[in-house]
C-alpha cells in the first residue's frame, strides 16, 4: 500500500527558510515521479517541485525557481522541499506526491503527470 507523508511545515517570517520532508513507502521509490504541490486559500493547486528520480532531472515553475530545491533520500525513501526566501506568496498547504513507475524522463515531464499517491499535507504560513 503507497503511504506518502508530510512533516516539517510550520510559520516564517518572509525571508526565512523552511524544510518540508515526505516519508514514503509501497512503490519503488527509485522509479517515479516525485512532485511538491500547493494550494493558497481562493487559488488554484500549484505544482512548484518535481524530480524524475530515474534520472535526477528537476523541475521549477518560475514562481519559485531559485528559492525551491527538491531533494531525495533513496535509502530512506524520503524526499525534502528546501524552500528559501520566503514570501507571504508561499503561504499555502502543501502536499507531495508520487506518479508510480514513471521514470527516466525528465523533471518537465514529471512536472505534466497525473498523481495518482498523495501526502495529507503540511501548512506553511509566512508572514511579512
Known amino acids: 500500500q503507497v503511504h506518502l507523508t508530510e512533516a516539517g511545515g510550520g510559520s516564517s517570517q518572509a525571508g526565512g527558510s523552511l524544510r518540508l520532508s515526505c516519508t514514503t513507502s509501497g512503490f519503488n521509490f527509485r522509479r517515479s515521479c516525485l512532485g511538491w504541490f500547493r494550494r493558497a486559500p481562493g487559488k488554484e493547486r500549484e505544482g512548484v517541485a518535481f524530480l524524475d528520480n530515474g534520472g535526477g532531472s528537476t523541475y521549477y515553475p518560475d514562481s519559485v525557481k531559485g528559492r525551491f530545491t527538491i531533494k531525495q533520500d533513496n535509502e530512506n525513501k524520503v524526499f525534502h522541499l528546501q524552500m528559501t526566501r520566503l514570501n507571504s506568496e508561499d503561504t499555502a498547504l502543501y502536499y507531495c506526491?508520487?506518479?508510480?513507475?514513471?521514470?527516466?524522463?525528465?523533471?518537465?515531464?514529471?512536472?505534466?503527470?497525473?498523481?495518482?499517491?498523495w501526502g495529507q499535507g503540511t501548512q506553511v504560513t509566512v508572514s511579512s
Open positions: 506526491a508520487a506518479d508510480l513507475d514513471t521514470w527516466g524522463k525528465s523533471g518537465e515531464y514529471c512536472s505534466r503527470q497525473n498523481y495518482a499517491y
